[in-house]
């Protein structure tokens, strides 16, 4: 072919009518062959579809939003592309993803199903050959053709390397790099400055994702001011549209259906990954539904009360406390910055666990000097004896704390932290969502606790985050990290039993958890206060899908107390 024929006479050849390019009329006809393990599901089917429709459209823009670990990448990135290639043998494809090992593991996987279905010993022959002088992973062409897979990260340049078909797979590492504006500018600057620079005319654009941030590449495309260019396919894990509104599903799904998984997730494991990922990231990743950070990362109705202490007077150290039934008693800390006092707070806390549950006994909340730290760690341990760990920050003052006070108060443990402040709580926030973390009443508590969840509620963008840090730090040792961490396992696979049971038997699943999350809650004064209770339904008649929303709505409002 000449040098200067377009995309759209590619097109227009490559698609004619054609006995052996026509015998996979779509990239999941081709997947049978060179990937017979996969499974087909009516999810793959839409993507199939809109992927031949990009490939057959010039100036195509297509975004792909799918759950996690669903077959996305396998199906649009490597299958798609030998699917392309063998039907246009002039593509020049550009592979881009976060980092370039990865898309380079790509571009290697579609090269190596060309070399193994070559033909020999009796294999398929896909008609396709890698030139000798120009087959390495990142860079390869069609022997004969100018067609082939160039593989970049988005730090990599595409300079002089004209595309007649881009696909942008996965540009967020994790959910940390989508919450940095820095990397979301640079994904954005990427787009603007290189990615959109080296496209042919007519060049199709397929970007496939899983939703992090409402921010994202994706998010940025649709809200450009050509983003009604952009055709959006967005599968959710969950059908919750409304049908009453005019809502669909794009794959036909009734309200209250999983998504028929390409792993062969059960309902029951949906369900468990609901749980265990929280509203908020549920909403994102797996209903492709990124919603903005409002300073709710602990939002206030998730926190559950307690009403009766759970601490009685110690019988044989004076002014101390001891609490007779509980699986674990610990204390986290978080210390000031400085060597004096100043707008850092000291936050020490005493914590209990009961199985899943974590109840929050005592606190001291004060801006202390390093010697009047030392004074306050000291006193709680004098008042809480039976707390076997102390988990310090090894930060700040925490060093010099751990340094001074280790030789002489056993169970002091070291917490280096790893993570953003945002990180961690994001990561302890479903365990505050589903219901598991007990604060006191303020008849009974020894501190504020209304202090601390307005400073929850408040975080990120409140003016102190110590106790945010303190309590992030104790849940995450109690419940995910520690010996708990199995007790709250078993908790989320309850709720999700439940509600496959209740699923399965043609019951409510949202009430069948609901009364599961009551019936892990401790029958000894800690369950919730009557001014916490439900109204009682309305009486009249509803139609079924505002009863189905009514009953769902006051499940979750029972699970967030």
Avoid at 108 to 135: H, K
Avoid at 331 to 346: E, G, H, P, Q
Wanted: charged fraction near 25%.
């Amino acid at each position: 072919m000449a040098a200067t024929l377009d995309w759209t006479e590619y097109a227009a050849r490559a698609f004619e009518p054609n006995p052996d390019i026509d015998r996979w009329p779509t990239p999941g006809a081709l997947a049978k062959v060179v990937e017979p393990a996969s499974r087909q599901t009516a999810a793959l089917d839409l993507v199939d579809k809109s992927v031949a429709w990009a490939y057959d459209t010039p100036n195509a823009r297509l975004i792909i939003s799918m759950p996690p670990q669903e077959g996305k990448s396998q199906r649009v990135t490597k299958t798609a592309s030998l699917w392309a290639l063998h039907r246009n043998r002039d593509l020049r494809i550009g592979i881009v993803s976060y980092n370039k090992p990865l898309a380079e593991g790509f571009g290697r996987d579609v090269r190596n199903w060309i070399s193994t279905y070559n033909g020999d010993d009796g294999t398929l022959d896909i008609g396709l050959r890698i030139a000798r002088d120009n087959g390495a992973a990142s860079r390869w062409q069609l022997s004969g053709h100018r067609g082939g897979i160039i593989c970049v990260g988005l730090k990599g340049s595409l300079t002089g390397r004209p595309l007649d078909a881009l696909v942008i797979d996965d540009p967020f590492a994790d959910k940390e790099q989508a919450d940095s504006a820095y990397y979301r500018d640079r994904v954005w600057g990427w787009w603007q400055s290189v990615g959109s620079t080296r496209l042919a005319p007519g060049a199709p654009v397929i970007v496939i994702l899983t939703r992090w941030h409402e921010d994202d590449l994706a998010g940025r495309l649709i809200a450009a001011e050509d983003g009604a260019r952009w055709r959006v396919v967005n599968i959710p894990a969950y059908a919750d549209h409304d049908p009453e509104k005019g809502q669909s599903d794009p794959l036909g799904r009734e309200p209250g259906q999983w998504l028929d998984s390409a792993r062969g997730r059960t309902a029951e494991e949906w369900e468990a990954i609901r749980i265990q990922a929280g509203t908020k990231v549920f909403s994102a990743l797996y209903q492709g539904r990124p919603s903005p950070d409002s300073g709710d990362v602990w939002q206030r109705p998730w926190w559950r009360r307690y009403t009766t202490p759970l601490w009685s007077q110690h019988p044989t150290v004076p002014g101390a406390y001891q609490v007779e039934s509980c699986d674990e008693l610990a204390m986290s800390w978080d210390m000031a910055f400085k060597d004096t006092k100043s707008s850092d707070y000291v936050v020490g806390q005493v914590w209990a666990r009961r199985g899943a549950n974590v109840f929050l006994l005592d606190q001291v909340r004060k801006r202390l000097t390093f010697t009047e730290t030392l004074t306050a760690f000291k006193a709680m341990v004098a008042r809480w004896p039976g707390a076997t760990a102390k988990y310090v920050e090894d930060k700040a003052n925490g060093t010099a704390v751990i340094n001074t006070l280790k030789s002489k108060i056993p169970g002091i443990v070291e917490i280096t932290p790893t993570e953003s402040k945002y990180a961690r709580a994001n990561a302890v926030a479903p365990v505050i969502e589903a219901g598991n973390v007990f604060l006191p009443e303020a008849e009974i508590a020894l501190f504020d606790p209304e202090e601390l969840i307005g400073e929850a509620a408040e975080f990120p963008n409140g003016a102190h985050d110590d106790q945010v840090d303190a309590t992030s730090q104790a849940l995450s040792q109690l419940l995910l990290d520690g010996s708990g961490a199995q007790a709250w396992i078993d908790y989320v696979r309850r709720l999700a039993q439940a509600a496959a049971e209740a699923r399965a038997s043609g019951d409510d699943p949202y009430k069948a958890q609901a009364e599961a999350v009551a019936a892990n809650t401790p029958d000894d004064g800690t369950a919730d206060t009557a001014e916490h209770a439900e109204p009682a339904a309305d009486p009249e008649p509803e139609d079924p899908v505002a009863a189905r929303k009514r009953l769902r709505d006051q499940a979750f409002r029972n699970q967030n107390r």
